[in-house]
């Protein structure tokens, strides 16, 4: 079985999948005294299956697809042929236009605009009819971003380690072996991204403000280090709500919008 026979397994049986989930999350942990991680904690009530997961990293796919595209050719993803329907609110996307990047910088924001999009192919083609709509987006929501190249860099690089930080926190919730492995291919990218858009940052020696309290910033800002690691050399992860408070721009307990999301994300796991 390959890595999109394993989702749609999933998928095609709600029943199975619900109840895996549940005794993974619950019974398995508490049986075996192993203590469950911040993601797992925060989201047992909930009996989150490895669809909602996927479906969670979907939004955020969606968010950083919209934002290369459009810094890279003016056009939005549904533009270039990427599907955007399924189940949820959809929205359209504002903000945002081409940024006027040197040869070698366009040069990499596409090729992380290529990899962005395939991302969201990925996951919709795995997740078939379950897959969520792009929500509404926001790409001019903290009004940077579009104007210049050190705009640009700031906040891609935000977007890179926001999403690296929520594969990583997500993972030891993820039941499935092949879709763990497809979602750590996915971070191992977003990783990849991340880290070059912190070395072009560092290397224009640009001052970006931290998006909360984990934010670890490059190495022109204030405490910053070339990598988005602690003193330990690891990476940084964040809850499902830590993640969402971010995309928000409020961390207030219970905020289903705003930000990049002004109308909330799709799918089961929507609140700060």
Not at 69 to 88: L, M
Not at 142 to 171: I, K, M, P, Q
Not at 264 to 270: D, H, P, Q, R, Y
């Amino acid at each position: 079985m390959n890595r999109t026979e394993a989702v749609q397994d999933l998928v095609n049986n709600s029943v199975s999948r619900r109840r895996f989930a549940r005794f993974m999350a619950l019974g398995s942990a508490a049986a075996a005294g192993v203590a469950m991680t911040p993601w797992q904690q925060e989201t047992q009530a909930q009996s989150l299956t490895d669809v909602d997961i996927l479906n969670f990293a979907l939004n955020l796919e969606y968010l950083e697809a919209e934002f290369y595209t459009v810094a890279t050719t003016g056009q939005r993803i549904n533009d270039v042929g990427i599907g955007i329907t399924g189940s949820g609110r959809a929205g359209e996307t504002v903000g945002g236009s081409r940024v006027a990047l040197n040869d070698r910088n366009m040069t990499i924001a596409m090729q992380i605009a290529l990899d962005e999009r395939a991302h969201v192919a990925f996951l919709r083609q795995a997740l078939g009819a379950a897959a969520v709509a792009k929500p509404a987006i926001n790409l001019a929501a903290l009004g940077v971003g579009f104007n210049n190249t050190n705009e640009f860099l700031t906040l891609g690089r935000a977007f890179e380690d926001l999403g690296v930080s929520a594969y990583g926190g997500a993972a030891a919730a993820i039941s499935s072996r092949a879709i763990l492995t497809a979602a750590t291919r996915i971070a191992l990218t977003e990783a990849q991204h991340a880290g070059i858009l912190r070395l072009l940052i560092s290397d224009a020696g640009v001052a970006v403000p931290m998006v909360d309290a984990l934010d670890v910033p490059p190495l022109a800002s204030p405490n910053g280090r070339l990598f988005q690691v602690d003193g330990a050399g690891l990476s940084t992860v964040r809850t499902p709500s830590q993640v969402l408070a971010v995309a928000y721009a409020s961390s207030k307990a219970g905020t289903r919008s705003g930000g990049f999301f002004p109308n909330g994300v799709n799918g089961t796991i929507a609140s700060v």
